[in-house]
T-cell receptor, first 113, second 107 residues
Framework: GAGVSQSPSNKVTEKGKDVELRCDPISGHTALYWYRQRLGQGLEFLIYFQGNSAPDKSGLPSDRFSAERTGESVSTLTIQRTQQEDSAVYLC???????????FGDGTRLSIL | AQRVTQPEKLLSVFKGAPVELKCNYSYSGSPELFWYVQYSRQRLQLLLRHISRESIKGFTADLNKGETSFHLKKPFAQEEDSAMYYCALIDTDKLIFGTGTRLQVFP
């Protein structure tokens, strides 16, 4: 594919609802990352997948956040019982392996009303 | 704790002027540092990494371990350089980003 693809590009939902964000990495990239960018702030690491290894979940801010990835393909980031502070742009990136440069998607802009 | 600091939120220069975007880091060990750039309505992309020691679009960045800095420099700014610039370091496989500096280059 042309690059990392994320969907939806925008999501508006009510507080308390669950949301699911999707990331299609570049084919062949074994590493996949999720970041969050709140307004006026830098990117904040959330979770990292490398092949079939256990994911690094050290950046997930609470147990309302979870992510899955099947093999080296699509990943979904799920936020349960959304709060207003979850409003942010959620970026996905992939790389050939963990030490190679990361390629970013366009992000999903999440707005919690 | 590992940290990347970009002290300037906004840097404005005129076309042809030199540019230096500051980046300082805190890291125990040998850091691997990057500059990422996001042009208007485009996705975040890698500009350069310190281990490559290369110049991309006229930009260079030198790692100064004594000053724990990795400032991005360009001798003559162009209007098309206007963008958001993020300094980042790799910590156990994940990137730690600074808060970014918006560069505005006026004609």
């Amino acid at each position: 594919g042309a690059g990392v693809s994320q969907s939806p590009s925008n999501k508006v939902t009510e507080k308390g609802k669950d949301v699911e964000l999707r990331c299609d990495p570049i084919s062949g990239h074994t590493a996949l990352y999720w970041y969050r960018q709140r307004l006026g702030q830098g990117l904040e690491f959330l979770i990292y997948f490398q092949g079939n290894s256990a994911p690094d979940k050290s950046g997930l801010p609470s147990d309302r956040f979870s992510a899955e990835r099947t093999g080296e393909s699509v990943s979904t980031l799920t936020i349960q019982r959304t709060q207003q502070e979850d409003s942010a742009v959620y970026l996905c990136a992939s790389s050939l392996d963990r030490r190679q440069p990361q390629h970013f998607g366009d992000g999903t802009r999440l707005s919690i009303l | 704790a590992q940290r990347v600091t970009q002290p300037e939120k906004l840097l404005s220069v005129f076309k042809g002027a030199p540019v230096e975007l500051k980046c300082n880091y805190s890291y125990s060990g040998s850091p691997e540092l990057f500059w990422y750039v996001q042009y208007s309505r485009q996705r975040l992309q890698l500009l350069l990494r310190h281990i490559s020691r290369e110049s991309i679009k006229g930009f260079t960045a030198d790692l100064n371990k004594g000053e724990t800095s990795f400032h991005l420099k360009k001798p003559f700014a162009q209007e098309e350089d206007s963008a958001m610039y993020y300094c980042a370091l790799i910590d156990t496989d994940k990137l730690i980003f600074g808060t970014g500096t918006r560069l505005q280059v006026f004609p």
